[in-house]
């Protein structure tokens, strides 16, 4: 796309909406515990998400409606007639600030200039934090995120800009030494408007999910409890589509950690053990004790996802 075409009408570029989470110096990995037994913790984590901002997962579907407006929309995703976030894209979400805030390889990216030593691990026996937890080729991962159900609130349709896909051979990824600047992450601010027809989760939805675990030590739950914008510096994720616009702010809240004591007494017994309530902050502290969060990338991934973000209105175009 040249930059003529993407200058539609010959205005300046607007200010780009996204900034970068500094690249981790190296990549920390040992074997994971494996699926073989049971040595750490088990259990699931239960909490809901609230919409900040409009979200927007598409099914790849137009839908007609009978809004004069908007006869055809870009539908939702669904399960059963119900809007839901998949579990997929909130694992990817997770997974990527995850990856950013750990001494872990870049697991998604089209940069040509990544350094060959943050690239993934294709040996099962080293595989980093990231991987230990989310799976790596050769390796199933130790969490799985079911789909965030709309148990509040309603869609609608909102109209959102035209937008252009990444360009990774653009100079702005580079430094002056032709490095790469770091992980890119877009930040929050007023939603643009546009002419393109969306069917979003309203902003204040809420939305109901699970994620089962096993086998995580107390540092790496932590660690996920950090990457869902639970720890401090508190941060808010983004997902979905329209994300340069505004779209896909989430924040977390009500969240309860179970844990499964005794996975021996899981399998062996007629009834099931109930599960145990555990401390958060207990977690969150053990991610810091077993050194897996970089704190300089932590805050900066913070300051990038702060919210509210009164004073930022996002591009409706060209940036």
Same mark, same amino acid.
């Given at each position: 796309m040249s930059n003529d075409r993407?200058?539609?009408?010959? !205005?300046?570029? #607007?200010?780009?909406?996204? &900034?970068? /989470?500094?690249?981790?110096?190296?990549?920390?990995?040992? !074997?994971?515990?494996?699926?073989?037994?049971?040595?750490?913790?088990?259990?699931?984590?239960?909490a809901q998400l609230i919409a900040r901002s409009p979200v927007h997962v598409a099914s790849g579907l137009l839908e007609q409606t009978s809004n004069q407006r908007y006869?055809? /929309?870009? %539908?939702?995703?669904?399960?059963?007639?119900?809007?839901?976030?998949?579990?997929?894209?909130?694992?990817?979400?997770?997974?990527?600030? /995850?990856?950013a805030i750990s001494s872990s390889s870049v697991s998604v990216t089209r940069a040509r200039q990544l350094p060959h030593k943050l690239k993934p691990s294709d040996k099962p026996e080293c595989l980093?934090? %990231?991987?230990?937890?989310?799976?790596?080729?050769?390796?199933?991962?130790?969490?799985?995120?079911? &789909? %965030?159900? #709309?148990?509040?609130?309603?869609?609608?349709?909102r109209g959102a800009p035209q937008l252009f896909r990444p360009r990774p051979e653009a100079?702005?990824?580079?430094?002056?030494?032709?490095?790469?600047?770091?992980?890119?992450?877009?930040?929050?601010?007023?939603?643009?408007?546009?002419?393109l027809p969306l069917e979003v989760c309203s902003v204040g939805s809420?939305?109901?999910f699970r994620m089962d675990f096993e086998n995580l030590t107390p540092g790496e739950l932590g660690l996920l409890l950090i990457a869902l914008g639970l720890g401090e510096p508190r941060w808010y994720p983004k997902l979905g589509g329209g994300k340069p616009a505004c779209l896909g702010t989430i924040e977390v809240v009500e969240p309860k950690v179970e844990i499964t004591e005794s996975m021996q007494q899981w399998y062996t017994d007629f009834d099931m053990p109930a599960p145990q309530a555990r401390d958060i902050p207990a977690l969150l502290q053990a991610a810091l004790n077993e050194r897996l969060v970089l704190?300089?990338? !932590?805050?900066?991934? !913070? &300051?990038?996802?702060?919210?509210?973000?009164? &004073?930022?209105?996002?591009?409706d175009r060209s940036y």
């Open positions: 993407r200058n539609r009408g010959g !205005a300046q570029p #607007l200010p780009k909406p996204y &900034d970068f /989470v500094p690249l981790a110096s190296r990549v920390e990995c040992r !074997a994971p515990e494996g699926h073989h037994r049971y040595t750490h913790l088990n259990g699931a984590l239960h006869p055809m /929309v870009k %539908a939702h995703f669904r399960v059963n007639g119900t809007p839901v976030i998949p579990g997929t894209s909130l694992k990817g979400c997770i997974r990527s600030i /995850v990856e980093d934090v %990231a991987q230990r937890i989310f799976g790596a080729l050769g390796y199933q991962g130790q969490v799985r995120f079911g &789909d %965030a159900v #709309l148990t509040g609130g309603q869609t609608e349709i100079p702005i990824y580079l430094d002056q030494s032709r490095s790469l600047k770091g992980r890119k992450f877009y930040m929050h601010g007023k939603p643009a408007s546009g002419d809420t939305l109901t704190e300089d990338q !932590a805050r900066r991934l !913070a &300051d990038i996802l702060r919210w509210p973000r009164d &004073d930022r209105q996002c591009p």
